[in-house]
């Protein structure tokens, strides 16, 4: 089966730094996702990106974070000035239409110090 | 805003017993799909059954089966025949026209020889 690539797998960065989180979605999809999961809480939706652009975003996903699909097969999200709080698993998914499952990838780790 | 409700936090049952884990939701569109999904310690999210919610009859894959009551807005998850590799945390979620998942809080499934 297709598989949504991230990378890397855990990143550990100082508290005011900028990162950038990879993903690879499945090559022919159109819809891609970040959600984000706090240790011991749900997975929370941060944005989700159609033909370009920012289709839905959450309240979590405020001026510090960032989306782009530079060149047809990655999708960032991009933390400005990372937060203590900004610690979580980060999961990319994608869908190739409306409706259909979403595809997780197997998360990047973020550690915030 | 839809929300979805796990109420149990935690359950336990013997292997190769049969577990029901419930699943509550709140919508006011009568066409949507519900999900339940997986994550073992690794973190990753497995997708275990699907359901649209225009379907009456319920979606069955192997040893899982789901209860869809959708006048009760209820999505329970039954697992027959537990196995100690079906220990990890599930997922209910649902996704309505727009394609956001909303989970819920999870609830830990601890299956014991």
């Known amino acids: 089966e297709p598989e949504v690539t991230q990378t890397p797998s855990h990143q550990v960065t100082q508290m005011g730094q900028e990162v950038i989180l990879r993903c690879v979605p499945i090559?022919?999809?159109?819809?891609f996702y970040w959600y984000r999961q706090i240790l011991g809480q749900k997975v929370e939706f941060l944005v989700s990106f159609y033909n370009n652009e920012i289709s839905e975003k959450s309240e979590i996903f405020d001026d510090q974070f960032s989306v782009e699909r530079p060149d047809g097969s990655n999708f960032t999200l991009k933390i400005r000035s990372t937060k203590l709080e900004d610690s979580a698993m980060y999961f990319c998914a994608s869908t190739g239409r409306i409706y259909e499952k979403l595809f997780f990838g197997s998360g990047t780790q973020l550690s915030v110090l | 805003a839809q929300t979805v409700t796990q109420s149990q936090p935690e359950m336990s049952v013997q292997e190769a017993e049969t577990v029901t884990l419930s699943c509550t939701y709140d919508t006011s569109e009568s066409n949507y799909y519900l999900f339940w999904y997986k994550q073992p310690p690794s973190r990753q999210m497995i997708l275990v059954i699907r359901?649209?919610?225009?379907?009456?009859q319920n979606a069955t894959e192997n040893r899982f089966s789901v209860n869809f009551q959708k006048a009760a807005k209820s999505f329970s998850l039954k697992i027959s025949d537990s196995q100690l590799g079906d220990t990890a945390m599930y997922f209910c979620?649902?996704?309505?026209?727009?394609?956001?998942?909303?989970f819920g809080a999870g609830t830990i499934l601890r299956v014991k020889s």
């Open positions: 090559s022919n999809h159109l819809y």
């Open positions: 359901q649209e919610a225009y379907k009456q």
């Open positions: 979620a649902f996704r309505e026209y727009g394609n956001k998942l909303v």
